[in-house]
T-cell receptor
Framework: KQEVTQIPAALSVPEGENLVLNCSFT??????LQWFRQDPGKGLTSLLL?????REQTSGRLNASLDKSSGRSTLYIAASQPGDSATYLC??????????FGAGTRLAVHP | NAGVMQNPRHLVRRRGQEARLRCSPM?????VYWYRQLPEEGLKFMVY????????ESGMPKERFSAEFPKEGPSILRIQQVVRGDSAAYFC?????????????FGEGSRLTVL
């Protein structure tokens, strides 16, 4: 069964810390992996898309890596800010027409 | 280029009524996906449509739920005879390409409350 697991489920840190959010997935035969941000009561904002042939993608203070063979992806957030507080979702596309989501990591960055 | 537009944003229905949720994909996107997020749970795939075709409805409950994406107009998710367990946020996503290649862009969601 294809599943996505995110660790930790919740994280609370002081402003300025560098963070690592983990995502693991069963079955390495993925097409792509996408990281999203969800604010309470809001929709999903796409952060980074990594195709299966890529190892990492960067956007501003965000960097996502992909290791297909070990079934892992990591989202790195540099110099965290209170505005980064949200739930971060990892989603994997294995084909079969659907993205499968992890349960998310709830991040709180306090001043 | 406007994002994925969903309406209504909030919908309240009594048990037994019908709920219709609409999704207008981004301009140029012909692939639409519907997801459901139950309270305190993750997003679950419901259905994938292209214009006038249902490609994959493996996540749709067998009864009361239907979806369409007509040649003209928005995609519609229809829930007949709603029950309390249908209360959830329903998200629509669109893509210019099949999901294996293209990035999915999500709307703000429609939050259904069944009394």
């Amino acid at each position: 069964k294809q599943e996505v697991t995110q660790i930790p489920a919740a994280l609370s840190v002081p402003e300025g810390e560098n963070l690592v959010l983990n995502c693991s997935f069963t079955d390495s035969a993925i097409y792509n992996l996408q990281w999203f941000r969800q604010d309470p009561g809001k929709g999903l904002t796409s952060l980074l898309l990594i195709q299966s042939s890529q190892r990492e993608q960067t956007s501003g203070r965000l960097n996502a890596s992909l290791d297909k063979s070990s079934g892992r992806s990591t989202l790195y957030i540099a110099a965290s800010q209170p505005g980064d507080s949200a739930t971060y979702l990892c989603a994997v596309f294995w084909g079969y027409n659907k993205l499968i989501f992890g349960a998310g990591t709830r991040l709180a960055v306090h001043p | 280029n406007a994002g994925v537009m969903q309406n209504p944003r909030h919908l309240v229905r009594r048990r037994g009524q019908e709920a219709r949720l609409r999704c207008s994909p981004m301009k140029g996107h012909s692939h639409v996906y519907w997801y459901r997020q139950l309270p305190e749970e993750g997003l679950k795939f419901m259905v994938y449509l292209q214009k006038e075709n249902i490609i994959d409805e493996s996540g749709m409950p067998k009864e009361r739920f239907s979806a369409e994406f007509p040649k003209e107009g928005p995609s519609i998710l229809r829930i007949q005879q709603v029950v309390r367990g249908d209360s959830a946020a329903y998200f629509c996503a669109s893509s210019p390409l099949p999901g294996a290649v293209g990035e999915l862009f999500f709307g703000e969601g429609s939050r259904l409350t069944v009394l």
